[in-house]
Antibody, heavy 117, light 107 residues
């Protein structure tokens, strides 16, 4: 079955940076668009960013534009989320997810990012 | 941006009940809507995509309907394992947006 495993979360101070990684396996990574979705503690789901199969197109929610960058390395089956200028409101579990044209079909287990001094 | 208004925010129901959850889009999204189930501490699972297509492996008691701006998720014959939070997601235009969620609780 599809596997997505995130890493890189942790505690960071406001204004700091963090890079999340997601290693994909058991499917042809380069055939799929990928996404990051987050969920603040006790809150609902929020879509963060998408990247196309070849990395040529990227899309972001307004609240992270200019601060977060989604990228991928198809040779290593890796998805990344570079997060800069972090704010308290970025505190959340961040999920890596696989995209189909009409849905997100598989999710990783998530990695917790806590932004606090 | 396309806003998704989901209702109700919570519903209490009994095993065997029929539960209906709605999502309204702020503009037409055709059938570009999916429904997800999330249990506490667990990862979301897709139930319905393209507004009415049942995801492989999802129980047939889950059904979706609607197009344009108004969508419905129906759970027929509610089972104990269905007590969870449900979200709609529009994938018509960026930014993608989720509804606020509906918590289905045991009456």
């Amino acid at each position: 079955d599809v596997q997505l495993v995130e890493s890189g979360g942790g505690l960071v101070q406001p204004g700091g940076s963090l890079r999340l990684s997601c290693v994909a396996s058991r499917f042809t990574f380069s055939d799929y668009g990928m996404s990051w979705v987050r969920q603040a503690p006790g809150k609902g789901l929020e879509w963060v960013a998408n990247i196309k199969q070849d990395g040529s197109e990227k899309y972001y929610v307004d609240s992270v534009k200019g601060r977060f960058t989604i990228s991928r390395d198809n040779a290593k089956n890796l998805l990344y989320l570079q997060m800069n200028s972090l704010r308290a409101e970025d505190t959340a579990v961040y999920y890596c997810a696989r995209l189909m044209p009409e849905k997100i079909d598989y999710w990783g287990q998530g990695t917790l990012v806590t932004v606090s001094s | 941006d396309i806003q998704m208004t989901q209702s109700p925010s919570s519903v209490s129901a009994s095993v065997g009940d029929r539960v209906t959850i709605t999502c309204r889009a702020s503009q037409g999204i055709s059938s570009w809507l999916a429904w997800y189930q999330q249990k506490p501490g667990k990862v979301p699972k897709v139930l319905i995509f393209s507004a009415s297509s049942l995801q492989t492996g999802a129980p047939p008691r889950f059904s979706g309907s609607g197009s344009g701006t108004d969508f419905t998720l129906t759970i027929s014959n509610l089972q104990p394992e269905d007590f969870a939070t449900y979200y709609c997601l529009q994938v018509k235009g960026f930014p993608w947006t989720f509804g606020q969620g509906t918590k289905v609780e045991i009456k």
